[in-house]
């Protein structure tokens, strides 16, 4: 299919209409795809030349490490049929541990290893925390997944703002800084900014290509048939579970980035709020495919950074932001179920169809 | 065909020889209890290695039930399963199919928003290594081969991009045929295989099952009369849940309580 439909893209643009009756004419075909990520992979690289510091850190920085998060959601929805909430907690407790490990203003809690002992330590206790919830999800379907993730994600919440002794209660950890690494200092704003698109251009690239793996599809056979996919020699469970390790990690490096970008992590940090923030942002850029979630993000922290100002300009008090990103979450679900991309492909099949 | 298939169905006749003299399949008082409904009493039966059976019965009869107990979809309430000479009874499915163990269902139970292609290569991958692969597989990989094969041989290469869900019921059913015959199959259960298939189809069908390798045993569970007694050197007849007369396809026709229970009750 991608090489027929490269030779077909390139030789004439007149064959777009028979292509219509191709099983995948709904997908845009992957010469176009790969084009459309060259583009904007080579904007996004040159965007520090003309953008500010407070566009990069606070626009795109922040959608790239929210992206992440809601990526790792992605996954287990789209590919695997499983709406994790527990995501933006495993990204919460990744962010904990480097406070806690690393260096805060936190001094009496703060343990103060280097950044090299920290993070690993703290993906891979982000991670074994995701997994773990992931076992005891992996057994249920549905609206219990819901449930279950809910009910462990309201639980860190509420355990982070009682425990004073590791998690420092209501307060948490301020002054948690990213690190001086080969003479950069990466808390400064133009390295920040690559930092996160590389981790999260490669996250994406990385889901896309498992997507096409046998680890991949057998989660999305196990998505359409988890009988057949027993009757096949599979063992669903386990591959379930599997998938909430690879998710997590995921998370949890969209945390750490989440607690080097906002200098400070606490209880709302992975509060009832943001998780469910991480599912509006999956949803409302589409499940179905990677970019989904990034540009759900975008979406997501313009509104979150742009909506006051609006409201304010409009005479309205500003305090009521997240009514117009409940208003738009509201609207984009109403017409495309599918999110954002669905709008997308149903415009560009019109547009197709009518040429 | 024949040709093809020998080639696509690899042949396992050093693990036979290692599975002694053991049946293909054993069971020994299997019941299946559905709270107080007991969809399956007491059923023993023994199937040959290579051995091509029909199981026939009225609706409600059982048999798909005790296609579930095979296969561990619905373990037993009570009895052994034997595979080949082991105790699979306790056994999840997956475990059966990875010993060389096969099914289609009656209803297609497909990968809908999965290529058929992607289909057939996640059933060779099943019962093969690296289930948990993270790399995509490349176009000359053994298993891509063999799951390029087993589409050629059910006719289904024009398709083989096209999603499952948008095909065509006849085609449906023979991906699951295809499924069935990933890897090393030694036992496969065919449920209903030819049913709402047109009369080109079911001859298509008869004649990939009398061309599987002889190794290959199997039970069918069939309606149609000339598919299933075609396909087949023995036959077990069940109602209510119990076996009521086993023998070959000729005895079972001619016997009179057959004729009365089954045969003469309004079947296609």
């Known amino acids: ?355 | 065909m024949s040709g093809r298939l020998e080639r696509v169905v690899p042949n396992v006749a050093e693990r036979l020889s290692a599975a002694g003299t053991a049946n293909a399949l054993e069971l020994r008082g299997v019941t299946r209890m559905f709270g107080a409904l007991a969809a399956l009493t007491d059923i023993t039966l023994s199937v040959r290695p290579g051995e091509r059976r029909a199981v026939l019965g009225s609706n409600g009869a059982g048999k798909t039930t005790l296609f579930n107990c095979v296969t561990g979809d619905f373990p037993p309430t009570s009895g052994t399963i034997r595979f080949f000479g082991e105790d699979v009874t306790d056994f999840p499915p997956y475990e059966r199919i990875r010993r060389g163990l096969r099914r289609t269902y009656q209803i297609s139970l497909l990968f809908g928003g999965l290529s058929v292609f992607d289909n057939v290569y996640l059933a060779c991958r099943g019962v093969s290594r690296g289930r948990f692969s993270l790399l995509r597989p490349r176009r000359n990989e053994a298993l891509m081969q063999a799951a390029a094969e087993l589409t050629e041989a059910l006719h289904l290469t024009a398709v083989k991009d096209r999603r499952v869900s948008e095909l065509a019921y006849g085609q449906q059913r023979q991906l699951e045929i295809a499924l069935a015959l990933a890897g090393a199959p030694r036992f496969i259960l065919f449920d209903e295989p030819a049913a709402g298939l047109s009369p080109t189809e079911r001859s298509e069908l008869v004649q990939i099952l009398t061309s599987l390798p002889a190794h290959i045993g199997y039970i069918i569970i069939e309606h149609d009369m000339d598919v299933a007694l075609r396909v087949v050197e023995s036959v077990t007849m069940m109602h209510n849940g119990r076996i009521f007369k086993e023998g070959k396809p000729e005895e079972i026709e001619a016997d009179p309580e057959v004729q009365e229970l089954y045969l003469g009750g309004g079947h296609v």
């Open chain 1, 1 to 355: 299919m991608a090489v027929a439909g490269e030779t077909a893209a390139r030789t004439s643009p007149a064959v777009g209409p028979a292509r219509v009756a191709s099983a995948r004419a709904s997908e845009p075909d992957w010469a176009t795809r790969h084009r459309v990520r060259l583009i904007v992979g080579l904007l996004l690289i040159l965007l520090p030349t003309v953008s500010n510091e407070f566009f990069l850190v606070q626009v795109f920085g922040w959608s790239f490490v929210l992206g992440m998060i809601a990526l790792s959601l992605m996954f287990l929805a789209g590919y695997g049929g499983m709406v994790s909430l527990v995501q933006m907690t495993v990204a919460g407790v990744a962010a904990y541990m480097v406070a806690i490990f690393g260096e805060s203003g936190i001094q009496t809690i703060s343990l103060g290893w280097p950044w090299w002992t920290t993070v690993p330590v703290a993906l891979l206790i982000a991670t074994a925390f995701g997994t773990i919830s992931g076992a005891l999800a992996v057994r249920t379907a549905g609206i219990y997944t819901i449930m279950i993730t809910l009910a462990i994600a309201s639980a860190f919440f509420y355990f982070t703002r009682q425990n004073y002794a590791i998690f420092n209660g209501f307060t948490g950890f301020n002054s948690v800084l990213a690190p001086h690494v080969f003479g950069v200092d990466w808390r400064a704003p133009v390295p920040f900014y690559y930092l996160t698109l590389v981790l999260a251009g490669a996250s994406y690239l990385g889901i896309v290509y498992i997507s096409r793996s046998p680890f991949g599809l057998a989660l999305q056979g196990a998505r359409d048939n988890a009988r057949r996919m027993s009757a096949l020699g599979f063992n669903v469970i386990v591959h379930r579970i599997a998938a909430y390790a690879l998710a997590s990690l995921i998370a949890a490096v969209g945390g750490v980035l989440m607690v080097w970008l906002n200098g400070q992590v606490s209880p709302g940090t992975a509060g009832v709020g943001p998780v469910i923030d991480i599912l509006v942002i999956a949803v409302v850029g589409g499940i179905g495919d990677p970019i989904g979630p990034f540009i759900g993000a975008i979406i997501y922290v313009i509104l979150r950074t742009f909506a006051l100002d609006v409201l304010v300009a409009a005479g309205l008090p500003g305090a009521r932001f997240q009514l117009l990103i409940g208003l738009g979450f509201l609207l984009i679900v109403l017409f495309s179920p599918d999110g954002v991309l669905g709008l997308w492909a149903r415009w560009r099949r019109s547009r197709v169809a009518a040429s």
